[in-house]
Structures are given as C-alpha cells and as structure tokens.
C-alpha cells in the first residue's frame, strides 16, 4: 500500500529513532524532530492509522510505538532508491581493501574486517564459485628434492596451492615436461573438467612420462575441484554479543553461524544483486529476530561470490544499505584488476 506523504515521513522518523535508541517513539519526541507544521494530536492519528495499518505497534497502551518487520520493509525499500554513501565510510572501506588487491580471499576478509567494524555485526562473505572458472596459471615451486608446491590460479581469481610429493628426484627436465603438459592440455580448461577420468585420457598421451607425471596432475585435480567449491567466510561474529536485542540467544546464534552447511543455504536462496530480508523472512528460526543485508559482486564472465552483514533488525540500514552496494562494487573492480594485470 502507498502511504500518504506524512505518513512516511512519521513512519521514517519512528523507525529511525528507534534504531537510535531501541525505546518506543511518542508523538512528542516526533514533534520535535519533525519538520512538519501539525499537532502532536495529528501526530498520534496518524501513528494511529500506521499501527492499523501494520506498520506500526504498540507494546502498550500508555507506550509510544515501534516499528513492525512491515514497517522496517517500507521504509528499507525506500532506502533502496535514495542511499547515499559519505565520504567518511567510502575512506575507510577503500583503505581496508586496497592493501590485498592481489589475493582475493585477504581481499574478502579485509572487506569482512571494514565491514563488521563499520556496522557492529557480523560479516559474511562467499568466495569466487568456480563452475565457470578455468585454469589460467599453474606453477610448480621447488620444496626439497622430492617435494614441490603446486600453486593454481582460475579466472576467476582464486588461488589455491598444495604440496606434492614424488617418488623419485625432482629435475629440470621433469618441470619443463610438466609445463609443457599444463601449456597443451590444462591452460584454459575449466576447473570442472580436470576429472579423474579427463587425467586418464591425459595420462593415456605421456607414454614413458606417465610415470613421473601422473603425481602433478592429481594433485592439480585435488587442486581444481577444491576451486570449484565456493567458501563461506565470517567476521565480526562477537559484535552480535553486544546486541541487546540478543541477550539470552546470543550464543545460540553464535553456534548457528559457526556452521557453514545452513550459511551456505542461507546464502544461496540469493536470486538478485542486492537483497535484504528482515526477521521472519530469513528461513531460519535462529534469524527470525534479525536482519541479512547481502549484495552480490561479479568478476568478469566466471560468476562472483556475496558479501554482506547479519545484525539485529534495528540496524543502521540508511548507513549500512549505501555501504555494502559501494563495498560489493569496489571488490568487483579490485578483483578484475588483478585478474588483468
């Protein structure tokens, strides 16, 4: 339902206010803040016609009003189209990223740092999905004379790494085989399709190199099926324990955050770039008293991960809204940067 002109500014002036204080909001302190030429008693009609609407509650009958999970969505909707980031927030975001271009996983966590320091919540964030992904590097780097560390870089901008160890004496002549192999036939392959069964037909091509070859090529299978999967990253999780509004919960929403099988759910149900679902809208009853503000970022064609802050419903939205569309945009561009230079 529109609501009338005054009716949203009341309602916006609630909201805000008990985000400010978390006490229930009386027609006077509105007269005050309100730059509107009305009675207190108009004030009250209208809070009135907003608590029967549903916008509105009231816990008691002598106690001003605060909002409903309807009324933070009315007014959070319309956040969406006027937000605005100051250039305070926009300094200290550039500064907390800017430090990890290259690597995008300590780009994610310092994003995650800026942003639970920023809102007092909790940060959760999703690295690059590696469906589309494909190899774009592969490095061998000498360990000791049996042991190398194979290092693989994706398109989409994760890297992962993981010691092999061999059987017989690591040459220069073994190295070159090896990145001649990885130039023919694993440069440009997407990472889904380095199967065990793509490494037998690979293998099935070495003749006497198989050998010596086959260790290297498994472990850069291990390596392209762990870039397919997609991490769950959190930060900023004791913030929630200062949250009032969770005194008694507060470690049982600890305990469900530490588990990434539900975050990943939760994450997942995201259909559009910028989502925000308050209380009961979270499919999990550990949430029903709070709020997930979460915005996609892209790289390129190879997909992209989520960033975004779980925290109580009265939460700073008019801040926190322009702050993860900004931060979500910063990390697309820093990580297609890296990945172009």
Excluded at 288 to 296: D, G
């Amino acid at each position: 339902m529109e609501l009338s002109e005054r009716k949203q500014k009341i309602l916006a002036a609630v909201v805000e206010q008990y985000i400010k204080t978390g006490e229930p909001v009386g027609s006077k302190v509105l007269l005050d803040s309100l730059d509107m030429s009305v009675s207190s008693a108009t004030i009250r009609n209208e809070m009135s016609d907003l608590v029967m609407l549903g916008y509105l509650d009231q816990p008691h009958t002598s106690a001003g009003r605060v909002p409903t999970h309807l009324g933070y969505r009315y007014y959070v909707d319309n956040l969406m189209k006027n937000g605005e980031l100051n250039e305070e927030t926009r300094r200290l975001i550039d500064a907390g990223v800017e430090t990890s271009a290259g690597d995008p996983e300590r780009l994610l966590e310092h994003a995650g740092e800026v942003l639970a320091y920023l809102t007092k919540c909790a940060a959760v964030m999703t690295t690059p999905a590696g469906e589309s992904a494909r190899i774009k590097r592969v490095e061998l780097v000498p360990i000791s004379s049996r042991t190398v560390m194979i290092v693989l870089l994706t398109s989409n901008g994760i890297l992962r790494s993981k010691l092999c160890r061999m059987d017989m004496g690591i040459t220069t002549s073994m190295c070159e085989t090896f990145y001649n192999i990885a130039d023919a036939a694993l440069i440009g392959v997407p990472v889904r399709n380095i199967t065990p069964a793509y490494l037998q037909s690979l293998a099935a091509t070495l003749g006497m190199e198989t050998l010596s070859m086959f260790p290297l090529l498994s472990t850069v299978a291990d390596l392209s099926q762990s870039a397919i999967q997609s991490q769950v990253m959190l930060e900023g999780q004791s913030n929630l324990l200062h949250h009032r509004e969770y005194e008694g919960r507060a470690y049982e929403l600890l305990e469900f955050l530490s588990r990434e099988d539900p975050l990943e759910q939760l994450i997942g149900q995201s259909r559009s770039d910028f989502e925000i679902r308050i209380g009961k809208e979270n499919i999990f009853p550990q949430l029903e008293n709070s709020s997930l503000i979460l915005a996609k970022y892209s790289i390129g064609e190879d997909g992209g991960g989520s960033i975004g802050i779980i925290g109580p419903t009265r939460i700073d939205y008019p801040r926190l809204i322009p702050s993860l569309k900004y931060i979500s945009g910063l990390i697309s561009e820093t990580m297609q940067k890296a990945l172009e230079d």
